[in-house]
């Protein structure tokens, strides 16, 4: 496409863009449960016009916007009154959970450097089940990523005996997940602490999915066991806003147990032409709406609102667990929150996908071990019902041998 000599009329070219869309996952009707969460029409109602009103100030300029850098810290203030932070703890908005991770490691390597940590050989140590956002993030560090299995009870949680076996001298970070996403099981933070502490060794927990989630899980009395800074060997947390915190992508937190730790993470630099910069995070310009949308969010939800949305998640999430388990899945271990994989013994995983798929349903997978993977919203409250009868006809379809015929129709 080139750019047209004139342009053309601003209705004619939003219709074009809704036609485009039309071809789109039909995420607002509930049949997608993966990439977006939603809400409800309300908070996404929210999320659209907080974003619209701060969509052209930036982030970067806390001098030009102080609306922006209060909001900011007021979001940062609310994500560690909910995730137990100390006196002084400090932390940040990020564009999302693989910049929260990536800044995470950043300050976690150059608290090392500072600490007389060898350089050579600097790795980190981290469950199967991890996060690829950890692996990106090395990469780009030229660290060393120390992948261990999970344990082997079935329980797909991080093993602590066999992580603290690859911790060296040059480990810099040691990382769980709550809750890891290719299952949405919590890892054992408190026994990933111990080992943490015996070492001397970072702890950062993964929290983007079940951040802005389990404490209202807990308050509405699921069994959570304690994952965040309320494990003393919890250096940092990574939470993403715009998962279960219902805020307009993208936009994350990265937390410290302290500023002594957080203040390894910003960049300063005044040897240059220009004006002295420093950014807190990778990002140089920084959203306006992005953070105005999540401090809108969570002050119009409040903590009943977001109690009742999560409950409402918890609830289905039980109610497709009887579903899937009638119908002869397994569901792999015992999640707790919002996310949900199972298996079935005699319908093979991803001819079930695409069955479903070919029924309207956008959803995800895992490959260890191979299972359809739900990540549910409160809309999907309206919609599990329908999500378990078009299952059953799919998991006929598969064992009948006519699923693969009617996708091949379907996509040829």
């Known amino acids: 496409m080139q750019m047209p000599q004139e342009g053309r009329a601003w209705d004619e070219v939003r219709a074009e863009m809704v036609a485009r869309g039309g071809g789109d996952v039909d995420w607002r009707g509930g049949k997608t449960a993966v990439y977006v969460f939603n809400a409800g029409e309300d908070v996404h109602h929210v999320q659209h016009d907080a974003y619209g009103l701060f969509m052209a100030e930036n982030g970067l300029g806390p001098l030009a916007f102080p609306s922006l850098a209060q909001m900011e810290k ?165 939470a993403d806003l715009h998962k279960y915190g219902y805020c307009a992508k993208g936009a994350s937190t990265v937390l410290f147990r302290s500023e002594a730790l957080y203040k390894h993470m910003p960049f300063s630099m005044r040897d240059w032409s220009g004006s002295p910069m420093k950014t807190p995070t990778l990002a140089g310009t920084r959203p306006g709406g992005a953070i105005s949308a999540a401090w809108a969010v969570m002050n119009v939800l409040g903590v009943s609102g977001y109690r009742e949305k999560q409950g409402l998640v918890c609830a289905t999430r039980e109610k497709i667990e009887a579903g899937v388990r009638a119908l002869g899945f397994e569901v792999l271990g015992r999640p707790l929150l919002g996310l949900v994989a199972f298996r079935h013994p005699e319908a093979e995983t991803m001819a079930l996908y695409a069955a479903m798929r070919a029924r309207g349903w956008f959803t995800s997978f895992t490959a260890e071990p191979q299972s359809l993977h739900l990540m549910l919203s409160p809309k999907h409250a309206e919609v599990a019902e329908a999500y378990l009868s078009d299952l059953a006809a799919s998991v006929a379809d598969v064992r009948a041998g006519v699923a693969a015929a009617k996708v091949e129709a379907r996509y040829s």
């Not at 993030?137 to 344990?151: G, N, S, T």
């Open 74 to 238: 007021e979001v940062i203030s609310m994500a560690l009154g909910l995730l137990h932070g100390p006196e002084g703890a400090a932390g940040a908005i990020t564009s999302g959970g693989t910049d929260s991770i990536t800044m995470a490691m950043k300050a976690a390597r150059d608290f090392a450097r500072a600490n007389a940590k060898p350089r050579a050989g600097q790795n980190i140590v981290l469950p199967r089940s991890a996060h690829l956002a950890f692996d990106k993030a090395a990469h780009l560090m030229d660290i060393e990523v120390r992948r261990v299995p999970l344990k082997s009870d079935g329980s797909y949680e991080a093993d602590p005996d066999a992580m603290a076996a690859a911790v060296d001298a040059a480990t810099i970070m040691m990382v769980g997940s709550a809750p890891n996403f290719p299952h949405g099981i919590i890892d054992p933070i408190a026994a990933l602490g111990e080992v943490a502490a015996a070492k001397g060794v970072w702890l950062h927990v993964d929290a983007c999915v079940g951040g802005y989630f389990a404490p209202f899980a807990r308050m509405n009395g699921v069994a959570v066991p304690d994952f965040d800074f309320a494990v003393p060997a919890v250096n940092s947390i990574s």
